[in-house]
């Protein structure tokens, strides 16, 4: 418990909030942070340009020998080779608060910071992952109020805002700022997990939350694996991310597409299909500052290319089957021997698990977000597969957010817009200190009602 | 088998399904060395099993070492897999130039001193909370109790639910039992929503007071939310060959690693065999 002695600042009275409000979706991969403008005089639906994305890690370069610290890393770096990373977050939950420590006041407080805000002057909304160990919860509120001593603050599961973002269907109205969709089963492909959270009225089902533990970070991970049998990627992390996002896509029929590209020795007289097939020219950051793909081109010989013999000099690693047999972890689990059912399935697990009249709203109202979403055939794989799975007496509905990064950042900047409900939700630092780390816990898990 | 046609011409071929899609039943050659008497009598598992113990002469406690081995080997590989942090690097916090407050560890108070020199990995939170709740019931000084006891509760009043025990390990392999298929996929008589026919607990909605009360359910623990692993009528997983990522035909009897073709099986041999019967 804070003691008052290290109250440096007259907190802000109970019922009051500060004049700023800063939404920080504080994800594993980046945190999505900005100021809603709900308390300024400009009356502004929040905007996804508000929105700034920040690494969220430490990234130390062998080639500079330097260290770049959250923002810095998008913002000054440009040679991404041999890039080693920390990350405060896993498993998507801060776990190193002297990481994230470092990565919010380089964000947030420090002179350079784009999002430079005066925490005692500062609501701070924050996000975190569904079915957080309570140590966790609790050091992130120490953390907010005893360290960075925002006025205020709000802390809930990522997923719920997303029922405070405009509606992804056409069909459905948006809901005025505050107000949120009535049924909305959300489907998070983030770059720990991916997580399923149906929400009613913008409240979580606990009971029936779920989890695949299958996330950009993981098809990442597996894509560096697979490539290695061909080029020396290990410390390759960041260019294997960008192969990823660049060349990965789901497959909308994965045997016929394996066929497609199997060539079964040097001997093999069958030809491999082309359009699937891509030569990807590794970045190198003097020559070519960003990696690319092109066509398969089977005349072209990769050491040659190396050597700068027979066209100009560059890396080339060519990507067959890894384009949709990684990706598929997140439809497959049990390709790596993941003993969890697929994401349609853990989708149909969470649905399942309600009241039976409750499985018609949320099959009609499947919304996708996450940066992991957003591989070509994610959502015509996902929609058929569910479709073929449920009854056809039910109608399946699935969206993906405009944004799918953004999508929770908007929804809790629009939550934040409405001055009476966020008032409803914060704590302020002085409740915290006089009631303490559980009172502000459970008023939170809306056990204690203001 | 260096010659030839890179298709398996091995003495039987089986077929094995090999993908869980109801729509886009697959299959993928197994090679078996033994010579089948009948090829339709020898679809069971029992003489699959018994073909390749005789293929390989290993002895049954040999295998059973070796599928031991090769579990433990994945579950290191699902955590390699998933792990945060790139391996094996230390990248300190670096020094503020000037100003900003206090060095990085400082920390203002005792609980934020603490926190900020604190090393525990996510993995130290997970099994602290487990004991916890295995010594209270409750988690860190909560006034509910979790959800586990509810979960059964539940479970007979709602067979369809698929819920899981609570497990002790952070391991991504869920070992939890799996329920019957019934459960998994909904008959389809219970799924009737025509309003005319008959509109009674199946389709219609909850009552706002039952909703409330599953809104108010505590969460589950970090554990209880994973994935329940696919029923076990389902398909056996698919096996990819190691070497160039098409579906994996021949097992490796010596390490159990699967390749596609006589190419990949070779640079298995070569470069890649762990050999941990060798
Ligand atoms: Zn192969
Ligand atoms: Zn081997």
């Known amino acids: 418990m804070a003691s008052k002695q290290s109250l440096t600042q007259p907190p802000a009275s109970g019922n009051t909030l500060a004049p700023r409000t800063l939404i920080v979706d504080n994800g594993a991969h980046t945190i999505k942070a900005g100021f809603s403008s709900a308390t300024t005089e400009t009356n502004q639906e929040p905007n996804l340009d508000d929105c700034q994305i920040i690494a969220n890690c430490l990234a130390r370069s062998t080639r500079d020998k330097r260290t770049y610290v959250g923002p810095e890393l998008l913002d000054e770096c440009w040679d991404f080779g041999e890039l080693a990373f920390r990350r405060p977050v896993e498993r998507g939950f801060v776990v190193n608060w002297e990481g994230e420590k470092a990565i919010w006041e380089r964000s947030f407080v420090d002179g350079r910071a784009k999002l430079k805000c005066d925490p005692h002057e500062t609501n701070l909304v924050l996000t975190e992952s569904p079915n957080a160990p309570a140590a966790l919860q609790r050091n992130a509120g120490e953390m907010v109020f005893e360290e960075f001593e925002f006025a205020s603050y709000y802390r809930t599961m990522a997923p719920a805002f997303n029922a405070y973002a405009p509606s992804p269907f056409p069909s459905t109205a948006t809901s005025a700022s505050g107000v949120p969709i009535e049924c909305l089963l959300v489907v998070d492909v983030g770059h720990s997990h991916t997580t399923v959270t149906p929400l009613y009225q913008g409240r979580p089902f606990h009971s029936s939350c779920r989890r695949l533990e299958i996330g950009g970070k993981t098809l990442t991970n597996r894509l560096k694996e697979v490539l290695t049998r061909t080029v020396e990627v290990q410390k390759e992390d960041w260019i294997v991310q960008e192969i990823k996002e660049d060349v990965c896509f789901i497959s909308q029929d994965f045997n016929s597409d394996i066929e497609r590209v199997w060539k079964g020795g040097l001997k093999d007289p069958r030809e491999i299909d082309t359009s699937i097939v891509v030569d990807y020219v590794l970045p190198d950051y003097e020559a070519v500052k960003r990696g690319f793909f092109r066509e398969h081109d089977p005349k072209i010989s990769r050491k040659a290319r190396a050597l700068g013999l027979d066209g100009p000099r560059e890396h080339i690693v060519t990507i067959g089957n890894e384009r949709f047999t990684v990706s598929e972890l997140l439809f497959t689990p049990s390709d790596i021997g993941m003993q969890q059912e697929g994401l349609p399935a853990t989708i149909l697990q969470s649905i399942y698990s309600l009241p039976q009249g409750l499985w018609q709203p949320f099959l009609a109202n499947i919304l996708v977000v996450g940066g992991s979403s957003k591989f070509a055939g994610f959502m015509g794989r996902l929609e058929s597969e569910l479709r073929s799975r449920v009854s056809e007496d039910y109608i399946v509905r699935v969206a993906q957010a405009q944004d799918p990064v953004k999508n929770v950042w908007l929804g809790g900047a629009r939550l934040a817009q409405n001055e009476d409900v966020l008032k409803e939700r914060v704590v302020t630092r002085q409740e915290y200190l006089e009631h303490g780390d559980l009172w502000t816990r459970r008023r939170f898990a809306g056990k204690i009602a203001r | ?278």
């Open chain 2, 1 to 278: 088998m260096a010659t030839g046609p890179l298709r398996f011409r091995t003495p039987h071929i089986e077929e094995l399904p090999i993908t869980q899609s109801r729509q886009a039943p697959g299959f993928a050659w197994v090679a078996v060395a033994a010579p089948p008497e009948d090829p339709s009598k020898n679809w069971g598992t029992s003489n699959r099993k018994r073909a390749r113990a005789a293929a390989t002469g290993q002895t049954d406690s040999q295998k059973e070492a070796l599928s031991a081995r090769q579990q433990r080997e994945t579950e290191r590989k699902i955590r390699e897999l998933n792990s945060d942090n790139s391996k094996d690097v230390q990248i300190p916090i670096p020094k503020k130039e000037a100003g900003g407050g206090g060095g990085a560890r400082a920390g203002k108070t005792t609980n934020t001193k603490k926190i900020l020199a604190s090393g525990k990995t996510f993995a130290h939170y997970l099994d602290d909370e487990e004991a916890e709740i295995a010594r209270t019931g409750r988690r860190d000084g909560e006034a509910e109790v979790v959800p586990a006891a509810v979960q059964q509760q539940r479970a007979s009043k709602t067979p369809l639910a698929r819920r899981r025990p609570r497990e002790e390990s952070s391991m991504s392999g869920s070992p939890a039992p799996f329920k019957p298929a019934s459960s998994y996929a909904p008959p389809s008589d219970a799924m009737d929503i025509d309003p005319g026919e008959d509109d009674d607990v199946v389709a219609s909605m909850p009552s706002q007071a039952n909703i409330e009360a599953l809104l108010n359910m505590p969460p589950l623990t970090y554990n209880q939310a994973r994935s329940a692993p696919p029923p076990t009528n389902a398909p056996p997983p698919r096996k990819f060959c190691e070497v160039c990522g098409y579906f994996g035909r021949v097992k490796c009897m010596k390490c159990g690693a699967m390749t596609c073709s006589v190419m990949c099986k070779d640079t298995h041999d070569d470069q890649r065999c762990q050999k941990f019967y060798a």
